[in-house]
């Protein structure tokens, strides 16, 4: 079975930072696109970050220059290094990942990160 594992949230005052991982075990292939994904309470759930297996990246206009998306393929993770937060980006933040050659989508159980002031 494939299993996607998010950490790194937490609750931080406006203007901090943190660092959410996504570590995926359970398969044998290689993962292609990966993307970090966020759903606050009472909205739908929005792209905020993808990269592609050699290092595209794309980002969500909102968070554009204040957050960054990595990936370690030998590791098999995925990081989103969130600065100057804003208590807008408070949300669920869920980790997606697609493995080549497969049709199939994979998601992961989402960590909490929770911008107060």
């Known amino acids: 079975q494939v299993q996607l594992v998010e950490s790194g949230g937490g609750l931080v005052h406006p203007g901090g930072s943190l660092r959410l991982s996504c570590a995926a075990s359970g398969s044998t292939l290689d993962i292609g696109a990966m993307g970090w994904y966020r759903q606050g309470q009472g909205k739908q759930r929005e792209l905020v970050a993808s990269i592609t297996r050699n290092g595209t990246t794309n980002y969500a206009d909102s968070v554009k220059g204040r957050f960054t998306i990595s990936r370690d393929n030998a590791k098999k993770m995925m990081y989103l290094q969130m600065s100057s937060l804003k208590p807008k980006n408070t949300a669920v933040y869920y980790c997606?990942?697609?493995?080549?050659?497969?049709?199939?989508?994979?998601w992961g159980q989402g960590t909490q990160s929770t911008v107060s002031s």
């Open positions: 997606n990942v697609n493995f080549i050659w497969s049709s199939s989508t994979y």
